[in-house]
């Protein structure tokens, strides 16, 4: 069946610093690809997504890129910021099918 | 509203109890979403309906469980003689459409039960 497979955190980087996290995934078909993110006390909201290969989408300085060949969707930002503290999850579907799968979440702190 | 909302936020069970779970999605979504998470991990798909219409029920554990949205609108997800192992995260999450593509989920902030 279709998984998602993320880098396990936690992931502590000083503010600034560059940001990966990474993500693959393993389905039939080609999904909508996403990641949402969890700040403390709050619930899931949707970061960006993606619904094609090679597509690439983009909010509050975090990138990602659907990329086929290598069935990954990581997630970057070029300057992290202490309010991106939170717990990132990747997650695939939605397409065709409207079940969700998610990675297990990566807990990102920054430090000042 | 104009999120999804969840009650209670927090529900402490002693083991053997029945508990509901309440989920108001927002206005006029028709699909309605419930996960399951457990600490550490991501969410897990427990059921979905589209507008009163349960379609899917393939992720519920247990028939324990149980899952209703009888005018569309509000859901209620019931676990009946909980067990430890019930103890977790309920999401509910709604979106607007009822067909592909369906688009982002929009997620309440959750049920936290704790099963003693």
């Known amino acids: 069946g279709n998984s998602v497979t993320q880098m396990e955190g936690p992931v502590t980087l000083s503010e600034e610093a560059f940001l990966t996290i990474n993500c693959t995934y393993t389905?039939?078909?080609?999904?909508?690809l996403f990641w949402y993110v969890q700040y403390p006390g709050e619930g899931l909201q949707l970061l960006l997504k993606a619904t094609k290969a090679d597509d690439k989408g983009s909010n509050k300085g975090f990138e990602a890129t659907y990329r086929k060949e290598t069935t990954s969707f990581h997630l970057e930002k070029g300057s992290v910021q202490v309010s991106d503290s939170a717990v990132y999850f990747c997650s695939s579907g939605g397409d065709s099918s409207y079940k969700l799968i998610f990675g297990s979440g990566t807990r990102l702190l920054v430090r000042p | 509203g104009a999120g999804v909302s969840q009650s209670p936020r927090y529900k402490v069970a002693k083991r053997g109890q029945d508990v509901a779970l309440r989920c108001d999605p927002i206005?006029?979504?028709?699909?309605l979403f419930w996960y399951q998470q457990a600490l550490g991990q991501g969410p897990e798909f427990l059921t979905y309906f589209q507008n009163e219409a349960q379609l899917d029920k393939s992720g519920l554990p247990s028939d324990r469980f149980f899952a209703e949205r009888p005018e569309g609108s509000v859901s209620t997800l019931k676990i009946q003689r909980t067990q430890q192992e019930d103890s977790a995260v309920y999401l509910c999450?709604?979106?607007?459409?009822?067909?592909?593509?369906?688009?982002?989920?929009?997620f309440g902030e959750g049920s936290r039960l704790t099963v003693l």
């Open positions: 206005s006029g979504h028709v699909s």
């Open positions: 389905a039939t078909g080609y999904p909508s």
């Open positions: 999450a709604s979106s607007l459409v009822g067909r592909p593509p369906y688009g982002e989920l929009f």
